[in-house]
């Protein structure tokens, strides 16, 4: 399985594309994925889904909302046993590298790392890779605090733009 929430939250199991449901229920999914293998509390949806004040239905629209994502889930084979219910929360079992702001994440820190270590050319060939897959985004987050031109600029100019604005700190 792999969840994209970067450029709108998508969901695919194998060769299928899973619609997450109501927005509620897509921001119990995100918030599932954005701590995929850790418990995430009922507390913490409802906290999520009504900040001020959650109405006294609250905790059961939680729980109808993570059934029905484990229904949407055991739909296919291979969701089976994906979302658990444990303790007074519910844990996505999912390698969090199948979540792509995660795996951006790490490939980024990956690329800070090398950065670090005096590799530069190892840095920006795994910033390239991250920024290949993701471009959309990363190219929009980037944009506005650098000095690409337009959406025209090459991927190379791109990468010269976070290895000098990202990986080492400006003075």
């Known amino acids: ?17 899973l619609q997450p449901g109501t927005p509620k229920q897509q921001t119990v999914l995100a ?9 995430v509390s009922v507390v913490q949806l409802t906290n999520e889904l009504w900040p001020v004040a959650p109405p006294r239905s609250a905790v059961p629209n939680v729980r109808g909302y993570a059934a029905n994502l484990r229904r949407m889930f055991e739909s296919t084979e291979s969701g089976k046993a994906l979302l658990n219910r444990q303790r007074n929360g519910y844990r996505l079992q999912l390698d969090p590298d199948r979540i792509d702001l995660i795996h951006f994440g790490n490939q980024y820190r990956e690329a800070q790392n090398l950065a670090a270590q005096g590799s530069p050319g190892s840095a920006e060939e795994r910033l390239r890779q991250a920024v290949d897959q993701w471009k959309g985004m990363v190219y929009a987050i980037f944009a506005l605090h650098s000095s690409i031109p337009s959406q ?16 080492r700190p400006c003075p």
């Open 1 to 17: 399985m792999e969840i994209n929430v970067l450029d709108g939250l998508e969901v695919r199991l194998a060769d299928v594309k």
């Open 31 to 39: 918030m599932l994925a954005l701590h995929a293998g850790r418990i």
């Open 152 to 167: 025209s600029a090459t991927t190379g100019v791109r990468i010269r733009c976070l290895m000098t604005s990202a990986l």
